[in-house]
């Protein structure tokens, strides 16, 4: 039984670590791209925050879930989960398409900000993955 655990969690480590290399790489190529030719893409970086980062937070989220599934009831969804972090954290996600197609208006420092630092992006993904995750569960009949 011990050597399962280590080898799922050996698993999840590898997982992690091939998604975060992935969104890290990417996020990295398109800021140079955009260095270059001045050209930002912020749909391109909301995909690979939802896909790279968001995959890190739903598998941190696999193991509660795996063990939640096995239990006997009937399957529901924590609703006030996801309004309250579920929800801020997609939007915090979408600033940067927000800005950009003029839903959101912001000063220019505050573009700034949230374009040249992806860190909100990438934590709020992570929170938004593992709250999608992590809101289901099984009530007792």
């Known amino acids: 039984m011990k050597k399962n655990i280590w080898i799922k969690n050996f698993i999840y480590f590898v997982l992690i670590l091939v998604l975060f290399i992935l969104g890290s790489t990417l996020f990295y190529n398109h800021n140079l791209q955009a260095q270059k030719n001045l050209i930002n893409n912020p749909f391109y970086m909301v995909l690979i925050a939802f896909m790279f980062f968001g995959g890190i937070g739903a598998v941190l989220g696999l193991d509660a879930l795996n063990l939640r599934m096995k239990s ?70």
Do not use: E, Q, W
């Open 72 to 141: 006997k009831g009937v399957l529901k969804v924590n609703i006030s989960k996801l309004i309250l972090l579920g929800i801020p954290s997609f939007l915090i996600s979408l600033i940067y398409v927000l800005c950009t197609i003029g839903l959101i208006r912001v000063s220019a420092n505050m573009l700034l900000y949230f374009g040249y630092n992806s860190y909100i992006l990438i934590v709020s993904s992570i929170i938004l993955g593992h709250t999608i995750v992590s809101s289901f569960y099984k009530d007792d009949i």
